[in-house]
């Protein structure tokens, strides 16, 4: 049997295999930021088609300024809970795990969004691909963004999801505390590491109080900004930041990178060779190398002997993929079938 399905332990939640739909916005949501029906079919044929676990696209935590897209869902209230718990239900029926991503949009609102307000960020760093310059948050309105974060938790645990995810890449706003370029603060939340980090431990710390020790904690985390030269994320402070997530909760950990202005580094565009695929694997190695947690490699993973071979070579414990199930909702199917 492939290594890939072997199964898996995160947490104390027991997976079938190794394979993880990566949070992935489908644009699918109702106008009133609920699940749709369109949601609940795409969800039970990702399951059906064999994945271990599905991580949902990223709910917003905060209302209007966490937005990200149109019909982007939302968890920052509580009437979200119910078409999570049905997606939970449908999912669950199929076989397969649900893991809430919880984000928040920070400098990467669209540039039409929202209208009367600008977006906030850790510091007023000018967003390149919408021109605009977010305001730098108070300390009040972080406490209240902790709160909102782990408001978003317990919501998740409420409607029966698997685990929750913390959204930490690509930009989105616990990413441009974690990183030097986006935060420039010269208060106890911006400047070291670990005061570019304590947002997360914050968030972290109480949210495990209340979601209780047994309940699975991801994150998922930026290793690089997508930019080569001085004052950027380095994988250094990554590998460290890493080791601190463990030390406050969190039960697994994926490996990603880029903001949305690093065009491409998040998503590699298309013609991947073979040698091209797994591009995060280096960092994601080291991470693994630092932590006792479960680690997931997601970006570019496309052929059945790459993702066997960053499993058995211990660079990873779990592989994830986007853009392949969007292509093809049952393609974790055809790999059980030998295709
Ligand atoms: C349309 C689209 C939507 C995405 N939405 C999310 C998201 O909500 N949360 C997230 O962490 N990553 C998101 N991603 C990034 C993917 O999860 C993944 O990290 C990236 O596409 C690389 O993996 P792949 O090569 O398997 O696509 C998205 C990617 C695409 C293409």
Redesign the pocket.
């Known amino acids: 049997m492939s290594v890939l399905f072997k199964p898996v332990t995160v947490g104390r939640l027991h997976l079938k295999n190794r394979f993880v739909r990566?949070?992935?916005?489908?644009?699918l949501g109702r106008p009133d930021r609920t699940i749709s029906e369109q949601q609940m079919e795409l969800y039970q044929d990702l399951a059906a088609g064999g994945v271990g676990v599905i991580?949902?696209?990223?709910a917003y935590v905060q209302h209007p300024l966490g937005r990200a897209s149109v019909n982007q869902n939302a968890i920052y209230n509580d009437r979200f809970v119910e078409g999570y718990r049905r997606l939970a239900d449908a999912v669950h029926i199929k076989g397969a795990a649900l893991v809430l991503?919880i984000?928040h949009a920070g400098r990467q609102t669209p540039l039409d969004w929202p209208s009367d307000q600008v977006p906030v960020a850790p510091s007023a760093v000018r967003e390149g691909t919408t021109g605009r310059t977010p305001r730098a948050l108070t300390e009040a309105e972080i406490w209240s963004l902790i709160d909102a974060y782990v408001a978003a938790m317990v919501r998740a645990k409420a409607a029966g999801c698997d685990e929750v995810q913390l959204?930490i890449?690509?930009g989105y706003l616990l990413s441009a505390f974690l990183s030097p370029y986006t935060n420039r603060r010269t208060d106890a939340w911006g400047g070291s590491l670990e005061n570019r980090c304590r947002i997360l431990r914050e968030i972290l710390t109480r949210g495990r109080r209340l979601v209780g020790e047994s309940y699975p904690v991801l994150v998922?985390i930026n290793s690089t900004d997508g930019f080569a030269g001085e004052g950027y994320l380095t994988l250094a402070d990554v590998v460290a930041a890493a080791r601190g997530l463990v030390e406050w909760g969190v039960s697994a950990i994926e490996v990603?990178g880029g903001h949305r202005e690093a065009k491409g580094v998040?998503?590699?565009l298309k013609g991947l060779q073979v040698e091209q695929e797994a591009y995060v694997a280096d960092a994601a190695r080291a991470v693994k190398a630092a932590v006792n947690v479960p680690v997931i490699l997601?970006?570019?993973?496309?052929s059945l002997s790459v993702m066997e071979d960053v499993v058995a070579s211990g660079v990873t414990d779990l592989v994830?993929?986007?853009?392949?199930?969007?292509a093809n909702r049952n393609w974790s199917t055809a790999f059980v079938r030998g295709r």
């Open positions: 990566s949070a992935t916005n489908d644009y991580v949902t696209g990223h991503q984000s959204h890449a690509h998922k990603s998040m998503s590699r997601v970006g570019g993973l496309r994830a993929l986007s853009r392949p199930l969007s």
